[in-house]
């Protein structure tokens, strides 16, 4: 646990928005890092008698130029009213507050256990027929190839000598190709614009939590969400499965292409998938008592 003298505006924050919390002394609220990429994540506890106990505190990362801030705003907010997603306590320019789960992050060898596999299936099922209309139906990625000032930006970046090797500028300059026009004009050439469904569109194993009481689904961190192709959250799900970010030495990766599924696994996923989307507006978490139309829940 960190020491509360180096959370004052971060208590400030949780006091002003959290009602329940603001008499609690401050050397009685307790701050602990968890694993986060693009923000600041602690779980924040009251050591007292105060509903909730635990909270999720999240402060924004500097991602402007890759995140709509105000877009997964609105987005999280969608996901909390509906019971999709955490509940929002409270949120201003720099912080978030969010209800905490008892859960952990699903582990990347289990994505692809039959179990689990046909699970996250119906998770996702769940995901895509989110009503958002308040967010205009294009694709994400012919949307983001958009932003030139963001390729302007990452390739003077590739540029810079300061406080690198030969070899890794080497490195940076051959990443100029992902940001150059002609890559740009080829990525938009392949990129489906059709079968457009509301999606997650980053379904690494940190931002998909099993609760511990009732091993719920719990699908996390919405920056990127937005309308995708209704195969690119599955996709991408099975590529991180095979990816471990723990590794201290660079390229601070691991790649195990053992865990990736094979094409029946690939079938079996998009049979539970492609069932639990039929039956999202009776309620998927009635799947079970479905039984009796065909519906092979009997693996769960």
């Not at 392949?190 to 091993?215: C, M, Q, R, W, Y």
Request: glycine share 4%; net charge neutral.
């Amino acid at each position: 646990m960190e020491n509360e003298g180096r959370h004052k505006e971060e208590i400030k924050f949780v006091k002003k928005t959290l009602l329940s919390w603001r008499d609690i002394p401050d050397s009685e609220i307790s701050f602990r890092r968890l694993t986060g990429i693009s923000n600041v994540v602690y779980k924040v506890t009251a050591d007292a008698e105060v509903s909730p106990k635990n909270i999720i505190l999240r402060k924004f990362g500097h991602t402007e130029d890759v995140v709509d801030k105000k877009k997964e705003s609105l987005i999280f907010e969608m996901m909390s009213e509906t019971g999709r997603g955490p509940k929002c306590y409270g949120q201003s320019a720099k912080y978030r507050l969010e209800e905490y789960f008892d859960a952990k992050p699903i582990e990347t060898t289990q994505i692809n256990e039959p179990y689990w596999r046909r699970r996250l299936a119906v998770a996702l099922a769940k995901f895509h027929v989110a009503d958002v209309t308040e967010i205009k139906k294009e694709s994400i990625i012919l949307d983001r190839l958009k932003n030139v000032k963001f390729y302007e930006e990452f390739n003077s970046r590739c540029l810079k000598k300061l406080g690198i090797t030969a070899e890794q500028f080497k490195k940076l300059s051959e990443l100029k190709i992902l940001g150059t026009r002609e890559e740009r004009q080829y990525v938009k050439s392949i990129t489906p614009s059709n079968n457009l469904v509301f999606s997650h569109n980053d379904t690494l194993n940190g931002n998909i939590l099993v609760a511990e009481k009732d091993k719920k689904i719990i699908l996390i961190d919405y920056e990127y969400s937005g309308f995708n192709n209704r195969a690119y959250d599955a996709a991408n799900l099975f590529i991180e499965s095979m990816m471990s970010y723990e590794n201290p030495e660079p390229p601070f990766f691991e790649l195990d292409p053992q865990i990736f599924p094979t094409l029946d696994e690939v079938k079996d996923f998009a049979r539970y998938y492609l069932y639990a989307a039929c039956f999202c507006d009776e309620g998927i978490e009635n799947l079970e008592n479905k039984r009796q139309v065909g519906f092979p829940y009997r693996h769960f």
